[in-house]
């Protein structure tokens, strides 16, 4: 141990005089003459450090004196304390370049500017070896006045420090608050090209707009001591939010350490991964001894849900880990099927968690509206929960309606008033708690290979419009009937959802044949239309992607319908009777509706194709089943479901998914098209 310390001690006193010698050599000197000379000395080596007020101070603003600073490379650059803030427009760091905001310095953000949605403090993009080191240093913006519709244009990127396609990062020691988006936000600037080595100490981010920070791709992130807290304004509101947006972004190898998530309005760590597939590269991340305190929720976990499709493969490691208080889920994994990415919980504690909320689980499993496999692949070893509510410590919710949960393993010790039990999770533990999920049975998709479709009723009025007017949200899909030779008409209607983005959603259609061409986009808030001639005869695909908002076709001179491929639509504030069909041979099929949550529900109607209410169910949250047996196969038939508003709640996002028969809803009989070999 003295040996340790002995040649610590000797590295410490090395480490010290090369910096002397190099600041006593090369670095603040004599203030030079003129600006000219000091440029002269940086570009020739003589001078490696600087301070920024070399260059001036505007109390008003000192935006162009520190871009210069920046932009003339010096290897290290002091922006020194002057009094007063330094008050900036956007400014843009430079590679190569450490940059030491002394303790008190504040970094103010021009009041009046930022107005373009995307404007940052600072930011990086393409860069590399920056350093900012700002102990005892402030970076703030002015939040209430991004969130006023009366002076800004709202958005939700206008970030303190964006870090974009940079490698070799380090950021020490600030206070990154009141931006009009995220503290810190590690994103792209060119696609394919990830954050790369990113170190992230000490750092405070406080009072963010969004969330306090964003991490969309990295590969070697670490993050340690960290506090992020007091998160309000635009969902998701997080403490953290891994959120990649393209299937070739990265979670590589992203550590958090010793971390604070605060009195956040949305989650403590969240990590939304539906963008990731199969196809994406495994997520490796691991959190150790990171506490949350008083959020909404303490960890948030979504995938895609389609083993060796949509759902990213790899694991992801809570060791050590303390969530306390949070208003609702202490842990929820969503959609995450059994053969994904693996998630383990190790040695962590559940305090207090939905405290207010007695009819729900600290632990809470859910099962996505779409996909096919079965749910879990979570081990909690030696993981306690201390509860004043008795009551279930782990729930599972099947908004599917047939998909079981499985591969939960590890110890869960429950502490209760004074009462302590143990649980060995196992198969037997989950069937014990879940006992129905055994006696459901499955109905597999409609086998779509091979089918080519045709009209249930060929001959129509040449000038009947159709509409299909099933507002369909993140992927909307369609058949559209077209005839060789033939133009067809139709309208695409995009409707913005609550502050959702406005960006125009891409359009593509897709020939019986399977030639594929891009259209113009469709204009949210409008009406856009489109005029084709038809080359070739068949059901013509078109994919529509709205987004967050909704995409329907208002009109067509031809048959449409909705369509999806995987049998599953997501639907939002659809009302009305919408047609399917059941060909010959099907004995059975189902069709599950599915809320969104506790306050978005949907009552839905089954109608058979006499026209009589065959079941009815109100207030749907959890997924239920249609589910029919025909005793007669020998002729196929068009049924119908009805969608209305629930007695409770509200309807907003629902789910609709079709098993065992076509994946297809249209607006009338007239307008079906139907599976043909």
Known sequence: MNIILRCFAISVMVSYLLILSSCCTKSTGKIPAS?????????????????????????????????????????????????????????????????????????????????????????ASLKKNITLNGYGAEFRMWRQDY??????????????????????????????????????YLGVARRGITNKDIHIKDVTCIDNYRQG???????????????????????????????????????????MRNCVSENNKGGAYEFYLKQLTAATTPISVRLENCRSVGCRSAVGISTGDEVGTTAVNGVMEFVNCTFKGSEGTGIAVRGKPAEGCKIHFKNCKLLNCLAGKPDQSPIQISSAPSGADNMGGLTFANCRIIDPVAR??????????????????GRLTVECNGQTKVYTLDKKQIDAWFPAQAEIKSVLPFELKGI??????????????????????????????????????????????????KTPAKVRIITPSGKETTLAEAVPGQDTSYTFNAVETGAHRLVCEPGSNTARISSSTRQVCAFSETGSMHLLSTMGEFFFYVPAGVKEFVVKVAGDSPGELVKAMLVNPDGSVVEEKDNIGTAHRFHVTRSDTSKGASWSIRFAKPSQAVLEDFYVNLRGIPPVLAGTRETLLIPVK
């Open 35 to 123: 600006l000219t000379d000091l440029t002269r000395e940086i570009q020739s080596g003589k001078r490696l450090v600087a301070h920024a007020s070399w260059w001036g101070f505007d109390p008003d603003n000192s935006t162009k004196i520190l871009q210069a600073a920046i932009d003339s490379g010096v290897r290290k650059l002091i922006v020194n304390n002057t009094g007063r803030p330094w008050v900036v427009d956007k400014i843009q760091l430079a590679s190569d370049q450490e940059i030491v905001f002394e303790r008190g310095v504040v970094i103010q953000a021009k009041r009046g500017s930022f107005k373009g949605k995307a404007d940052s403090l600072f930011t």
């Open 147 to 184: 969130d006023d519709p009366g002076q800004y244009e709202h958005a939700e990127w206008r970030h303190t420090l964006s870090i974009r396609s940079c490698s070799n990062v380090c950021v020490y020691g600030l206070i990154l608050a009141e931006s009009g988006g995220d503290g810190i």
């Open 392 to 409: 279930m410590p782990l729930a599972y919710m099947d908004m599917n309606g047939d998909r079981q949960l499985v591969d939960i393993t």
């Open 452 to 501: 080519q479709w045709q009209p249930l009723v060929r001959e129509t009025k040449s000038d009947t419009i159709n509409s299909c007017m099933v507002r369909q949200r993140e992927r909307a899909g369609f058949l559209l009937w077209a005839e060789s030779g033939r133009e067809v008409k139709f309208v695409i209607r995009v409707e913005p959802v609550g502050k959702g983005h």
């Open 213 to 255: 920070v964003s991490v969309i791709s990295a590969e070697n992130l670490l993050m340690e001591n960290c506090i992020l807290k007091n998160t309000a304004g635009t969902a998701p509101m997080a403490g953290i939010d891994f959120e990649p947006n393209m299937p070739d972004e990265k979670l590589v190898n992203c550590v």
